[in-house]
């Protein structure tokens, strides 16, 4: 039990292998403690431990144990009637014949190991969980803690939730964000020849944040990826085409304020503002076309297999006549600079 925890604790792998500074200095630390550690074991404490208690609240105050007793009935039934089908099928009978006690903890109950990262000098702390318990990790505990499950002798369920903060990130966020910024775009009833209701300069930014949002936080994101979960579900294809429409409608009314720009009666003031506001959302837009471009090119990107291999998408070659502006910006993007060139010749004055 002790060297499970050494290892769930201190040894433990990412799912996916990064390769970095950061990573290889974490790998190199790691290496470091493990050399140090040798054969020893890592200190650690139960609650029959006389400094557990001061130890929990000094280093440890943001594991939160909430005990059976505290959880709602129902909630204990629906996990139970979850479950009991599985118990059948996926638990082997129970070796019982080994009841030795590992250093006051009973090897039959089960416990929560924690400890702080990187830290083997500071002793870890064994929380006992019984049936029906939660622990909470609270705030960042997780970020600066290292954990796991030591598992008693009794067969036993557990399952692990995470609690999000999803005001960004869903679906529905992504499409409230779209009808946002398509309430800036009209047509005409008659021809159908669309404009921009409003060129105020919150209109503009608003529009070009949202229109780089989804081309790169999900458009590009999914596709990227997207032949390898089309293997698994097909659910996210008709989401990212109704998102992949509104980015369509966003390059146009792009097109739209660009034309603006350029036919526009405006004073040279009103329109350097407008520019300002704008240049960066493209600027932005074109690195990371670029940088998007780069990664589905790589090396590593082309050595998997032809069925799992990212797509650059959206991606069309200049002069495509479907599509409002070219893919490459930097020449729209050279056009705008030089309009905000003064007399004198200083940029963006």
Same mark, same amino acid.
């Given at each position: 039990m002790v060297s499970a925890f050494i290892l769930s604790a201190i040894g433990q792998e990412p799912r996916m292998k990064r390769f970095g500074k950061y990573d290889r200095a974490k790998e190199s630390k790691k290496q470091k403690l493990l050399k140090e550690i040798e054969d020893r074991k890592l200190p650690y404490l139960t609650p029959k431990d006389v400094q557990f208690e001061q130890l929990s609240k000094a280093k440890y105050p943001k594991l939160y144990i909430r005990r059976a007793s505290c959880v709602p009935q129902e909630i204990h039934q629906k996990v139970q009637q979850g479950l009991t089908t599985l118990q059948d099928y996926l638990v082997p009978a129970a070796d019982e014949s080994n009841t030795t006690s590992i250093k006051g903890r009973d090897p039959a109950v089960w416990h929560v190991g924690l400890k702080i990262a990187w830290d083997i000098a500071t002793p870890g702390l064994a929380f006992p969980l019984d049936p029906?318990?939660?622990?909470?990790?609270?705030?960042?505990?997780?970020?600066?803690?290292?954990?796991?499950?030591?598992?008693?002798?009794? /067969?036993?369920?557990?399952?692990?939730?995470?609690?999000?903060?999803?005001?960004?990130?869903?679906?529905?966020?992504? =499409?409230?964000r779209c009808d946002v910024t398509m309430k800036n775009l009209q047509k005409d009833p008659m021809l159908g020849i669309p404009s921009l209701i409003s060129l105020e300069l919150d209109s503009v930014k608003q529009t070009e944040e949202i229109h780089n949002e989804v081309e790169f936080e999900w458009l590009r994101q999914f596709w990227f990826q997207g032949k390898r979960s089309a293997k698994v579900s097909d659910w996210w294809f008709e989401p990212m085409a109704l998102l992949e429409k509104s980015w369509r409608e966003m390059e146009q009314m792009t097109k739209l304020l660009l034309c603006e720009i350029n036919e526009a009666e405006w004073s040279s003031e009103r329109k350097h503002q407008v520019i300002r506001c704008l240049l960066p959302y493209l600027e932005e837009r074109q690195e990371l076309r670029k940088s998007w471009m780069a990664r589905c090119q790589s090396r590593l990107a082309r050595?998997? /297999?032809?069925?799992?291999? +990212?797509?650059?998408? +959206?991606?069309?070659?200049?002069?495509?006549?479907?599509? +409002?502006? /070219? =893919?490459d910006l930097e020449e729209i993007i050279s056009l705008l600079s030089s309009q905000l060139l003064s007399e004198d010749g200083d940029v963006r004055s």
């Open positions: 029906g318990d939660c622990y909470f990790m609270l705030d960042d505990l997780n970020m600066t803690h290292q954990h796991c499950v030591l598992s008693g002798m009794q /067969p036993r369920f557990s399952s692990t939730h995470r609690v999000a903060e999803c005001s960004s990130g869903t679906l529905d966020y992504i =499409f409230q050595s998997l /297999p032809v069925d799992e291999q +990212p797509e650059c998408r +959206p991606h069309w070659y200049n002069g495509d006549s479907h599509m +409002p502006l /070219p =893919f």
